[in-house]
């Protein structure tokens, strides 16, 4: 039997080459068994025969390396569902790849970390991959003799395929990969270390933050890894253009935002400037086309331009509900109609005002303006936007402006029906964005970044932008206790990271250098925290968990923004600090009361009421008839709510409890400590993390698992994987074994299997078995903390429009900033299903099948007799999957620990990337 090298050649087959592979893969568990058995993985679960069974079965003549390379994939992770010592097989197998090319051969990991460290940093300068001042601003022996190859098995297969993937730099030319994982992180680490001072504190802050991130307990955004350390390091994620109602500025912008998405930035834009359609324009004696022909122009560019060949660019366009052309922008996401009037890659949100949610509530009238005839409303938000609209109405009534009457709730019904079709638009709430902006006096946001957490003043020659990073909850996990010293600490050190990334920064527009620098805005975030109350054994609907959740947005919080405050000792505060927040000791979570303050507490009622009492009391010189009115507003105002407490009463009720394990803050004075400086005009964030925590290995924010059970697809095809906390938690129960058929067939459910406990099923509720209160309960209380925004994502399991109004009513009165995509599973479809027979007849789904359809590029890379090689069932990757054509196993003849280790996927079940797809979800994002 002959197989087909690479380069075309052919040779006869050495099978021993191939348990040569399975052998390394082994002893690197071996190499590395302190970090395996920390893991919980045992050695002896490993039968190396058994899977060279599985491999030979699938061999014919002519067979190319590559499909070997798969084969053994294959055979490995179809085995990790039961036991997830064979995903650490698998990844081994990966590594391998890695080091041959990146280690020009076969070493220890532990020897050629170290001892080739130079030469690599060498080589990509001289390739030109790399800055040439890495080579020259550092300590390289040191840094070498720092690095820890054993970090590499705290990566997933998953999560080193991200990094193989996207990631790792290779030479242009061959493809080859040149950077080992922990080489790279520790160029992230030098790309960011690398705006410090004296040699000295460049290798000392290399060190740090190469451990927090290669420990992954820390992990900053995706164009930041992508960048780093690179002859063009772009490392923000998030950027705000404004566009302006002038044609040469529109296509200055459309310049911008192309620039902008070059260099792996996604672009939020806020077109409410844009006069409407059949809006006249004086200097040439016509008509405006409207928004949508423009906003269609950005719609080709980021379709266009690609972000390095890694992904496509990525942009959100807002719009504020009052526009004449809002019912046209809403409808651009329709699967069907003009495509001159849709948008293929273009995101879009309604940004909306209070004014607009309040006649929404009470079925009130609302009219839409001309941007160009009101001007006023794009830049005032509260009370004085509310007086502002209320002129323009008067204007419109007396026949001096254009204007269009409609009900408030007809336009947001239909929207709502929209964003149920496709899920768009998004929602996000200017007055809470703004009323709470600690930065206030240099102008108002009108709307936010593509992924909805980050809030961003633009001007034309001024574009602020941002730089995020994750801390991944579940390593801050000990013995079943929150290591909240440790939390605080990498906390401090991921503040620095990310102030460094603003000077470390390459520019690729003059206007983003000098907002950004303007403000030093940065976004700390975390993720993991559903994997968090897993292993916490928290049911996510349960007072612990939001207690914990409290807690951890709190510490975030304040330990975030009194690192800040040392930073700005240090360095210097930001440059617009005087006149904001911070300068009057204001901090984020004081500017809750002014949210509900501005609500509640009418000045126009206090003016009437004044008016009315004056009178009847003027006989009194006692009486003050405004502090009276005040006294009445106050009484009616907290009859209705408690500002203080708003969120806390309707998260916790009356029962709010209290641990005097968690740490306690002095927050007074940390209020007067931020009177003296600041390094950060904003600190914290809730970004998405859809990609990273895939490197992290944990679940993305504070989201929820989509489902226990799904599908990914990698380099060997496509493979279920199924939540490892619930698996372990079964074992424990020994329940595992008697019922892993029963989820899989349930697709991803418990709740309706009887033998699992009621306790079990509390914890492992998936996304849609949440009450949609509890994603908004869980964004309302971090956003008392939080001084950005929320990427908040979330889940019906209705489509009843009018409940999925209530939802958005409600997430716009506690105070959310902005909500994400909206998921509903009628709607979604999958793109590639396996088909198998009948499970609920045959309950076979653990053991031999055929698959009925093949996809085309199976059958044409195999012989026509290559069914009878003896191969049980065949697994055809998704077209998705161009590296990965085919990918055939078959079960043990022997298989270990009885039917294991061969799982199909239902014909419903939901492949995890396609949903994510459906949705155009988190790939185009920066994070």
């Not at 069974?53 to 490995?76: K, M, P, R, V």
Request: with cysteine; proline share 3%.
């Amino acid at each position: 039997m002959e197989v087909t090298k690479r380069s075309g050649l052919k040779e006869k087959l050495d099978i021993e080459k191939i348990r040569t592979v399975l052998d390394n893969a082994y002893n690197l568990l071996k190499e590395f068994k302190d970090t395996e058995k920390h893991s919980g993985l045992s050695l002896e679960q490993v039968s190396i025969d058994e899977i060279m069974e599985d491999i030979e079965i699938n061999l014919f003549d002519g067979i190319e390396t590559a499909a070997i390379f798969q084969h053994i994939l294959h055979s490995l992770l179809t085995r990790a569902i039961d036991d997830p010592i064979y995903d650490a097989m698998a990844r081994n197998v990966l590594l391998q790849r890695i080091y041959k090319q990146a280690f020009g051969g076969v070493y220890s990991p532990k020897k050629a970390y170290k001892e080739l460290f130079v030469d690599y940093i060498d080589n990509a300068v001289e390739l030109g991959l790399l800055d040439e001042r890495l080579a020259s601003y550092y300590d390289l022996e040191l840094l070498a003799h720092e690095l820890s190859p054993q970090r590499d098995t705290l990566l997933k297969f998953n999560g080193l395929y991200n990094l193989m993937d996207r990631y790792l730099i290779k030479d242009l030319d061959t493809g080859n990969i040149l950077e080992a994982p922990q080489w790279f992180w520790m160029r992230v680490a030098m790309g960011v270390a690398i705006v410090e001072k004296t040699e000295e504190e460049r290798n000392h802050w290399a060190i740090e933050f190469y451990n927090m991130m290669s420990s992954m307990e820390f992990i900053p955004s995706t164009p930041t890894l992508f960048n780093s350390g690179t002859k063009f390091p772009q490392l923000s994620s998030c950027f705000v253009v404004d566009l302006e109602d002038d044609l040469s500025k529109i296509f200055e912008t459309v310049k911008q935002v192309g620039m902008l998405n070059k260099h792996a930035g996604g672009v939020g834009l806020a077109a409410t400037k844009l006069r409407a359609k059949d809006s006249i324009i004086h200097s040439i004696q016509g008509k405006s086309s409207g928004i949508i022909p423009f906003l269609k122009i950005i719609d080709e560019t980021i379709t266009a331009v690609s972000q390095g060949g890694r992904r496509r660019g990525s942009a959100l366009a807002s719009l504020e509900p009052w526009h004449l052309d809002v019912f046209d922008f809403i409808r651009t996401k329709r699967k069907w109609g003009d495509d001159s009037q849709r948008f293929k890659n273009l995101k879009i949100a309604l940004f909306l005002n209070d004014e607009f949610m309040k006649r929404v509530e009470e079925n009130g009238d609302w009219y839409l303006f001309d941007p160009a005839d009101c001007p006023k409303l794009i830049n005032t938000y509260g009370k004085k936007f509310s007086r502002e609209y209320s002129k323009c109405i008067r204007k419109a009534l007396s026949g001096k402006i254009r204007h269009k009457k409609i009900k408030a709730m007809e336009l947001f019904k239909e929207a709502i029906e929209k964003t149920a079709e496709t899920g768009e638009p998004w929602y996000t709430f200017k007055d809470p964005i703004n009323i709470r902006h600690p930065n206030k006096h240099t102008g108002t946001i009108l709307t936010t970044n593509l992924c909805t957490e980050q809030l961003l003043v633009s001007t034309y020659d001024s574009i602020e932008s941002c730089n995020l990073g994750s801390l991944v909850l579940p390593k801050f996990l000990s013995n079943s206790t929150f290591d909240w010293d440790r939390f605080q600490a990498i906390t401090r050190k991921a503040i620095r990271f990310l102030d460094n990334v603003i000077d470390a920064n390459y520019y690729a527009l003059s206007a983003v250098e000098t907002g950004t620098k303007k403000s030093r805005k940065i976004g700390l975030g975390f993720m993991g925290y559903q994997d968090l109350i897993e292993k916490l054994k928290l049911p996510v609907e349960s007072k612990e968990a939001f207690r914990l959740l409290d807690k951890i947005g709190e510490t975030m919080s304040y330990v975030a923004i009194d690192a800040s405050t040392e930073l700005a000792k240090e360095r210097g505060t930001y440059p617009n600090f005087e006149g904001s927040d911070w300068s009057k000791g204001i901090i984020p979570i004081d500017t809750l009361e002014y949210l509900f303050r501005e609500r509640f507490l009418d000045k126009d009622f206090l003016d009437e009421c004044a008016g009315s009492i004056s009178y009847t009391t003027s006989a009194c010189s006692l009486v003050n008839p405004r502090q009276v009115c005040h006294a009445i507003s106050e009484m009616r105002y907290h009859r209705s709510i408690d500002y203080k407490n708003i969120v806390d009463d309707y998260v916790y009720g009356e029962d709010k409890l209290e641990d005097d394990t968690l740490p306690t803050f002095n927050w007074e004075e940390l209020r007067e400590k931020v009177k003296q400086g600041i390094r950060n005009a904003c600190q914290t964030t809730l970004a998405p993390t859809a990609t990273i925590s895939i490197i992290a290995g944990t679940s993305q924010s504070f989201e929820p698992y989509y489902a226990l059970v799904y599908s990914r697809t990698n380099i060997a095809g496509r493979f279920l994987e199924v939540n490892e906390n619930f698996i372990n938690d079964l074992k424990d129960l020994g329940l595992w074994d008697k019922l892993r058929e029963d989820v899989l067939i349930q697709q991803g459910s418990i709740q309706g299997i009887k033998e699992i406990p009621k306790d079990i099923k509390a914890i492992y509720k998936t996304a849609y078995e949440v009450d949609t209160d509890i994603y908004i309960k869980q964004a309302a209380i971090l956003q008392k903390w939080i001084d950005s925004s929320i990427s908040r994502n979330l889940y019906f399991n209705t489509r009843d429009t009018n409940k999925i109004i209530d939802v958005y009513l409600k997430a716009w009165k506690y105070g959310l900033k902005a909500t994400y995509y909206a998921f509903m599973p009628a709607k979604i479809k999958t793109e590639g299903k396996y088909v198998h027979e009948d499970i609920k007849e045959t309950r076979a789904i653990t053991s031999h099948f055929e698959s009925k359809e093949q996809d085309k590029s199976a059958t044409a890379s195999q012989p026509p007799n290559s069914s009878e090689n003896g191969s049980k069932h065949t697994i055809a990757a998704s077209s998705q999957s161009t590296q990965a054509k085919t990918v055939s196993s078959a079960s043990s003849s022997k298989p270990k620990n009885g039917n294991k280790g061969k799982l199909v996927e239902s014909d419903n079940l939901m492949p995890l990337d396609e949903v994510m797809k459906e949705k155009g979800y988190c790939e185009e994002c920066g994070n």
